[in-house]
């Protein structure tokens, strides 16, 4: 099986600028979740999508936001890009069971997001 | 408050020494999971291990082992004659229902030739 993609893998963008990254899960997995990893606060959860809707957000301001699509596929959208923003943005899929969803979550490559 | 502690932030040792990679966890919920993903230059999180909070039994995988311990609320990872391939940075994660991990800060180790 393939594993999670994201692209693009490397983005350079400036102050005031807005960004869309992608993401495609495993086959099969329907939860999408978003991690930022930068050097400062290490890994921190944006938010998580599963069937078209997201269930859980992290403490982010509402220019991080996401959306996911019937193939389960996700992209997040950062508004407005501040310096800070700059950051490695990782996103991992799991199959979510009906019982509850603490599935293993395996990660993407990660888009490394430079803000000037 | 959900809390992963990895006192030790960096680790070198010469390749074929055992290390052990410390993690402890603070929760008040009775059903956790536990987590180790493996970080290597290249950015990607690889998965190594998932354990429940009711399954304390050690678990291991060729030169990694695992010990879990509820009594001390740690997970400790072991890494039995290293290499240099297992130089990357680990991270130890805590999850609940929910999906949302809580992770540590990882520590770097390096494996010297």
């Known amino acids: 099986k393939a594993g999670v993609t994201q692209t693009p893998r490397y983005l350079i963008k400036t102050r005031g600028q807005q960004v869309t990254l992608s993401c495609s899960p495993i086959s099969g997995h329907r939860s999408v979740s978003w991690y930022q990893q930068t050097p400062g606060q290490g890994l921190q959860f944006l938010f998580e999508y599963f069937s078209e809707t997201q269930r859980n957000k992290g403490n982010f301001p509402g220019r991080f936001s996401g959306r996911q699509f019937s193939n389960s596929r996700s992209e997040m959208n950062v508004s407005t890009l501040e310096l800070g923003d700059s950051a490695l943005y990782l996103c991992?899929?799991?199959?979510?069971?009906?019982?509850?969803?603490?599935?293993?979550?395996?990660f993407g490559p990660g888009t490394r997001l430079t803000v000037l | 408050a959900q809390k992963v502690t990895q006192a030790q932030t960096e680790i070198s040792v010469v390749e074929k020494e055992d290390v052990t990679l410390d993690c402890v966890y603070e929760?008040?919920?009775?059903?956790?999971?536990l987590f180790w993903y493996k970080q290597p230059p290249s950015g990607e999180l690889v998965f190594l291990i998932r354990?429940?909070?009711?399954?304390?039994q050690n678990e291991i995988s060729g030169r990694y082992s695992w010990n879990f311990q509820k009594s001390t609320s740690s997970f400790n990872f072991t890494i039995t004659a290293s290499q240099v391939v297992d130089s990357a940075v680990y991270f130890c994660a805590l999850m609940y229902t929910g999906n949302q991990f809580y992770f540590g800060t990882g520590t770097s180790l390096t494996v010297i030739p």
């Open positions: 354990r429940n909070s009711f399954d304390e």
């Open positions: 991992a899929s799991s199959l979510t069971g009906s019982t509850g969803y603490t599935d293993t979550q395996y």
């Open positions: 929760t008040r919920d009775t059903t956790y999971y």
